[in-house]
């Protein structure tokens, strides 16, 4: 079965950290950009960060520079989000995409992982 599956998710003070994994299970990731996602209640789906599939390439929202970090780990398959100095504003649904660059295309979404910020 071709999917991806968020871990890492909970809840955390204000302050700190969690590292949220995709893993792809059924295909590699190899040739494939990976996208992290958030949705928070009554907002729209927003991208939070990105990394091309050879990993040479990231980008961030601005709302999460220099304190999400997004990487590939080859050997298992997965992509994480590190994600430090959290606040309230972070808590949503995140999920993970992958994008196919070559042909044909494919394009997989996660089923979520909660992350909540509050004292």
């Known amino acids: 079965q071709l999917q991806l599956v968020e871990s890492g998710g909970g809840l955390v003070q204000p302050g700190g950290s969690l590292r949220l994994s995709c893993a792809a299970s059924?295909?590699?990731?190899?040739?494939?950009?990976v996208g992290w996602f958030r949705q928070a209640p009554g907002k729209e789906r927003e991208g939070v960060a990105c990394i091309s599939s050879s990993g040479a390439s990231r980008n961030y929202a601005d709302s999460v520079k220099g304190r999400f970090t997004i990487s590939r780990d080859i050997t298992k398959n997965t992509v994480h989000l590190q994600m430090n100095s959290l606040k309230p504003e972070d808590t949503a649904v995140y999920y993970c995409?992958?994008?196919?660059?070559?042909?044909?295309?494919?394009?997989?979404w996660g089923q979520g992982t909660q992350v909540s910020v509050s004292s």
């Open positions: 059924g295909f590699t990731l190899d040739n494939y950009g």
């Open positions: 995409n992958a994008d196919r660059t070559t042909l044909p295309p494919r394009n997989y």
